[in-house]
Nanobody, 116 residues
């Protein structure tokens, strides 16, 4: 059974940093793409960043220059380094991975709170 498990969320002050991690387990394949979405209260889930095999990345305009996605392909693990966090970054962050069979898997999410 494929599972994605996020970690690293928490409370941070505006301007601070957090690093999220997402580890995949139960897979016999390497994900074609892995990424992060987020959902704030009352809002739709939105793309934050995604990385495809080969290293191609895509970021939401709102996080460009502040967030960096990285991946350890050997471990099917991805990371999201978040710097200069703003109150509007507060959300539940979800890890996702697309299998070679075009099936999307999702983690349960990790909460990021940005508050002074």
């Amino acid at each position: 059974q494929v599972q994605l498990a996020e970690s690293g969320g928490g409370l941070v002050q505006p301007g601070g940093s957090l690093k999220l991690s997402c580890a995949a387990s139960g897979t016999s394949f390497s994900f074609k793409a892995m990424g992060w979405y987020r959902q704030a209260p009352g809002k739709e889930r939105e793309l934050v960043a995604v990385m495809e095999n080969g290293g191609i990345t895509n970021y939401a305009d709102s996080v460009k220059g502040r967030f960096t996605i990285s991946r350890d392909n050997a471990k099917n693990t991805i990371f999201l380094q978040m710097n200069n966090l703003k109150s509007e970054d507060a959300a539940v962050y979800y890890c996702t991975g697309r299998s070679p069979f075009a099936i999307d898997y999702w983690g349960k999410g990790t909460l990021v709170t940005v508050s002074s």
